[in-house]
């Protein structure tokens, strides 16, 4: 499972990398942040013991309009970026990250807010002998994303500049394994940036055509391994496929509506447990374990990349399990005009049930 972690990041990070067209400006940054650890959970609250610091060190590349998607996001960056996070206890560890990063600009370019996305590796997880205690992580590796709203000035000293402002960090194994209660860390920064270059190429201003396309259909298969949170229950396969219906809106974004039919196999082991441990709850070991969900959703069209966002509830739901809602969020990359893949978090609300590995075909 690790392997496949990732391999899929690297994939993700290298079609991030390659789909833009090569510019002639990039810069560094290094940010120090320092801060507190949310208490998102009450099953984290002896984790919290201090005052959580670190630093994340960036590469970015600017873009100037080369290709069109590029003006109408107001000319982002793009880049990799690797932090390290002393998490301040013994028992949780150390956290150090890998992602693939946007920046975006508002308010003359004064303004930058980031959207990271990338994998984690943490020093001390959940071990039943050992460190039982760690009941954040109960993996190694852990998926991570973080936010970052700066306010930004370039070039105050020759190639130096500042920016300050404040981070979110959130590192989870989005319940492949238990335990996984989670970290949420609020931070604030300061950090210093290098241009390699003397200075920024003009920006290109384009008319941008208005794009329209019919209602498209979409079929897709979704896979990947997962566990109640009962710690010991053990790793089982998901299955769920899709279809649904899109309507492209503008150039940036489309929405959707369709319906999901889950296969989780966890629940199938979840519901025997519960008929034989648990008889107060009066679980029938015969329960179906499958579930089918209608859902509205949005994508965010980036270039080859999109952001996809869906809301569901779940119409047929005969074990009850975190609730009749579900949300879904992901990135997708398109190959070609019809096909794409997708790597996607479904949750209740805010705890996590799986992440999604799918492929899928839009017609």
């Known amino acids: ?76 960056d793009y880049g990799v970026s690797f932090s390290y996070q002393d998490l301040k206890n013994e028992t949780l560890g150390n956290n150090f990250a890998l992602y693939a990063h946007y920046n975006f600009y508002f308010f003359k370019r004064r303004l930058l807010f980031r959207v990271g996305q990338g994998l984690a590796y943490n020093t001390n997880p959940y071990d039943k002998y050992t460190n039982y205690k760690n009941t954040a992580f109960g993996t190694t590796l852990l998926s991570s994303t973080y936010f970052m709203l700066n306010y930004k000035r370039e070039r105050i000293f020759g190639r130096f500049g500042l920016q300050a402002g404040a981070s979110v960090i959130h590192y989870s194994n989005a319940n492949v394994k238990a335990p996984n209660a989670s970290i949420n860390s609020l931070l604030l920064n300061v950090g210093l940036t290098y241009n390699l270059d003397e200075a920024d190429p003009e920006y290109i201003y384009k008319d941008q055509e208005k794009v329209t396309e019919p209602i498209k259909f979409n079929f897709a298969f979704r896979s990947g391994l997962n566990e109640s949170d009962l710690i010991g229950m053990g790793q089982f396969p998901f299955y769920v496929v899709s279809a649904y219906a899109d309507k492209r809106l503008s150039r940036k974004s489309a929405v959707q509506f369709g319906t999901d039919i889950f296969f989780s196999n966890f629940l199938k082991e979840l519901i025997a447990f519960k008929a034989v441990a648990f008889p107060e709850e009066r679980v029938d070991p015969d329960t179906d374990y499958k579930r089918v969900g209608l859902f509205a959703g949005h994508e965010l069209f980036i270039n080859k990349m999109s952001v996809e966002t869906q809301f569901g509830y779940y119409v047929y739901y005969p074990f009850d399990f975190e609730g009749r809602t579900y949300l879904r969020i992901g990135l997708k990359r398109y190959f070609g005009e019809k096909w794409f893949g997708a790597i996607t978090l479904k949750s209740h609300g805010a705890k996590a049930e799986c992440v999604e590995f799918g492929v899928g075909i839009r017609i």
């Open 1 to 76: 499972m690790k392997q496949k972690f990732i391999l899929l990041f690297c994939i993700a990070l290298s079609s991030v990398l390659r789909s833009q067209e090569n510019t002639s400006a990039s810069f560094f940054d290094v940010n120090y942040f320092g801060g507190n650890i949310a208490l998102h959970n009450k099953n984290i609250l002896h984790l919290i013991q201090g005052h959580p610091e670190g630093v994340i060190i960036g590469w970015n590349k600017k873009t100037f309009g080369e290709q069109d998607w590029q003006q109408g996001y107001n000319y982002p």
